[in-house]
């Protein structure tokens, strides 16, 4: 049975510290130089002040990204719901529907989502295919707008 007196004590560890300790004086980070130090590692892809096999190797590829030209996306049936027969469709009239938001330098493209009853003239940026046969064959007008 276990009881306190039978209890044996935790073995202590000995701090080894000073001349007869193994650990005293540099304890064991040798004399000077950077690996002595406090915070003296260095990076594992560090080479030694040997300029970095990163910095070597050339670069690949090529990106357009910052050319790209990004359009706000309106469908037929967003124009169908919003607009009223015979309606003149244009940035200022999709702003004030609240389908796109004021901005200097928006582009719009109509694409061909659901369908179109009504006689509309529209002006944007750029149309689907599908979407301008669509507002043509309603005896609208899809008119092109030049981008700036």
Do not use: W
């Amino acid at each position: 049975m276990i009881s306190l007196h039978t209890l044996t004590p935790l073995l202590k560890k000995r701090k080894c510290i000073g001349r007869g300790g193994s650990r005293g004086g540099t304890s064991g980070r040798g004399h000077k130089g950077q690996k002595a130090r406090t915070s003296g590692t260095v990076g594992p892809l560090f080479e030694g002040g040997q300029m970095p096999l990163a910095r070597r190797l050339p670069k690949r590829g090529f990106n357009n990204a910052d050319f790209k030209t990004s359009y706000e996306l309106i469908a037929l049936k967003d124009l169908e719901s919003h607009f009223e027969q015979g309606a003149v469709i244009d940035m200022a009239a999709l702003v004030t529907k609240g389908l796109i938001k004021d901005k200097k330098d928006t582009l719009i493209k109509i694409l061909a989502n659901g369908s179109l009853q009504k006689k509309l003239v529209v002006n944007a940026h750029a149309f689907s295919e599908a979407a301008r046969d669509a507002i043509v064959a309603r005896g609208g007008e899809a008119r092109i707008i030049e981008k700036r």
